[in-house]
């Protein structure tokens, strides 16, 4: 995808810092906001592991047909829930309110 080689490249080393830094281990699970074109939604879905699940929301279909690519070629499908939507506050407050019960 274009959008790989214009920016990604450019945020690439930027990206695999933070999910580092995220320390995700086996069987957690971890939402995405704005996963891209799947890059780092890749990396989380090989770190959680069979036990664990990533979920991801970004607002461009195109990045979502990307992303299913990606995963699709890595065989990591079943691990990851994802869809094209915008993430709004009211998604937030409702998800974390949940979260929290
Ligand atoms: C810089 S890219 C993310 C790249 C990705 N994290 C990676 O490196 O693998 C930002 C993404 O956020 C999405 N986005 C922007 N605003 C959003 C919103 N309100 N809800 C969901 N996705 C959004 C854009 O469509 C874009 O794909």
């Known amino acids: 995808m274009v959008y790989d080689y214009l920016i990604g490249a450019f945020e690439r080393k930027y990206a695999e810092m933070a999910v580092e830094q995220l320390s995700i281990e086996e069987g957690e699970i971890v939402l995405e906001v704005g996963f891209g074109t799947g890059h780092c939604l890749k990396r989380m879905a090989e770190s959680v592991g069979e036990m664990g699940k990533v979920y991801g929301v970004d607002i461009s279909s195109g990045m979502l047909e990307a992303t299913r690519r990606r995963l ?30």
Request: without cysteine.
């Open 72 to 101: 699709d070629k890595a065989g990591l499908m079943d691990r990851v829930e994802h869809g094209a939507g915008m993430l709004q506050l009211y998604h937030m407050v409702i998800t974390l309110s949940t979260l929290s019960l």
